[in-house]
């Protein structure tokens, strides 16, 4: 364990390691890993420097892990920057990266050395041999077919942890001519012509044994591909450091604050790298948006989140593109949210898109909406149940219809069964207006506003109550979690950081606002009230128990008198 003294702030009710010199940088490789609040994250999908994580992304596998972090840092360390300068960026490096991005650049039009252009020209003729030239001139066509399905291919027969070594059922084919999701249709039909048939031939299926003969067959093409020599190799490795150099003295910081902390989510002044955009619908505006490869996969994680999320498709008008979204509702309610809803996102670029809600996550949104949820319910029961009820009656008198009643009688009876089921349901709100009007009878006013708070108390605050932990307990990992990430600590978020989430129109003639004062008012008099008619109705018990007590006292003395009085 480091004996390194580490500082802290507290956010999302987690205490954070806070970075704020260079000599915390410096000192993050003695950090126990358990505080880091991401051990890996995606390249794709966020919003940053994509070259900067390239440079970091050390195997090429798309991820950036913690290993990787590291080893940013102690490049720096070996070129001798000082780890202070991330946090005051210059200009000047933003103009030298410039100078170098152009060089790299231009660099296909300097001219190589001898042996760059021996190396290139072996290279050449190595790669028209048969060995690597399996196909001729249809092998480089044939490996673009391979690699565009390769990881889907690899997904369908790749077995699950847990199968057992042997199985009962018949091993998987993939079908090459139907049954195929058509948004991968073509793509497969392209490997089967250009490929799968040229190996296996005339085959309309493929088995994970034929898979892996054909995987093998373009193993010395991919091998010599991936062999290609570098034109001035030494040049572009001294460009490619300078350049790497300063990327990282210019974004480092932030990326730190975006995986070691997530100083750049809590913040009000700054975005973290996974929020991509700002959706307006609803006279709200949301900033907690990702983007989502998959609806189905990332919908399935979501519900751990405790978060209320909607899922959006955006097209872009201009250019015809299309994307996948999903937004977390932080404020206000999901009522007037739906399937098919429209509304406007605007991304980080300044582009506007068309959006459509697609899917919903529901969950609790904010205690108001909790507050006033049972009585939606009992509303809706009753709404329910009286529509149920008239229903009945009604296709009870159409049947009768149906039968082939068609005089002028049936008509009449069955317009009157209809004219009796609405006066039974007139009747049946009568009788509960009665009944209720019956319990508060010779109730004073005082009483009764009493009666109607408590009413309100008992019905909504275990609602309130239960969403408060709830709220409480949404975490924005779970939905990272699902975007790719592997976050390691809880980010949950307060009632008041969720108003900075979602914004709503700024309070103006906002009836909500007075109906609020209104109940609260309410609630202080009936309080007050009640207590005072507490108070009167104890004292009254009291001086009434007095009273008995001596009245009780003094019975035996008159009863005494009236016997003396009689003799």
Known sequence: MSDYKWRWFKAGNIPQVSLQNGDDIANLASLDKKYFMAMSMPIKSIRFDNRMLELMDADNDGRIRISEVLSAIEFLKSKGVDLNTLFSPSKEDEAALSEI???????????????????????????????????GDKTADAFAALTAVEGLIDAFFVPSADMPLVMEEPDKTLPLDNRLNPSHREAIFAFRDKCA???????????????????????????????????????????????????????????????????????????????????????????????????????????????????????????KATRSICSVVTKGSIGRLYVGRNGVFHDLDGNEWEAVITKIVENQVSLAEAFWMPWRKVGDAISSTVKKFLGDKQSSAQKTIDKGAKSAESSGAAMASSVAAIGIAVGMIG?????????????????????????????????????????????????????????????????????????????????????????????????????????????????????????????????????????
């Open 197 to 319: 048939k040229e190996i296996l031939g005339d085959v309309e299926s493929l088995d994970f044994l034929s898979w892996g003969r054909v995987k093998a067959a373009f193993a010395p093409f991919r091998d010599h591909q991936a062999a290609k020599p570098v034109m001035n190799a030494d040049l572009k490795g001294k460009l490619e450091d300078e350049e790497r150099v300063l990327r990282y003295k210019l974004r480092l910081l932030e990326f730190l604050e975006n995986f070691v902390n997530m100083k750049r989510l809590y913040s009000k002044d700054s975005l973290a790298v996974f929020q991509v955009g700002t959706l307006r619908i609803d006279a709200r505006e949301m900033v907690l948006s990702f983007d989502v490869e998959s609806e189905a996969t990332h919908s399935a994680l979501v519900g751990k989140s405790n978060c209320c999320v909607i899922y959006l498709k955006l097209t872009n008008n201009a250019t």
């Open 431 to 567: 009788a509960a207006a009665a009944s209720f009007a019956a319990v508060f009878t010779g109730m004073s006013a005082w009483q009764l506003i009493a009666s109607l708070i408590a009413l309100i108390m008992v019905v909504s605050m275990p609602s309130v109550v239960l969403t408060w932990f709830k709220l409480r307990r949404r975490d924005l990992g779970a939905i990272l979690n699902a975007c790719g990430w592997a976050i390691n600590r809880p980010m949950t978020f307060s009632i008041k950081r969720a108003s900075d989430f979602t914004r709503s129109l700024p309070c103006t003639t906002c009836v909500l606002c007075w109906v609020k004062l209104i109940v609260i008012a309410i609630i202080a008099i009936g309080a007050y009230f009640g207590w005072v008619y507490y108070k009167s109705t104890k004292v009254k018990k009291e001086c009434t128990v007095e009273c008995r007590d001596n009245s009780v006292s003094q019975t035996p003395n008159q009863t005494n008198e009236t016997v003396v009085v009689s003799k």
């Open 101 to 135: 991005v152009k060089k790299e650049a231009d660099l296909a039009a300097i001219e190589p050395s001898e042996a760059d252009k021996k190396a290139l020209e072996d290279w050449l003729e190595k790669g028209n041999s048969a060995e690597v030239a399996i196909l």
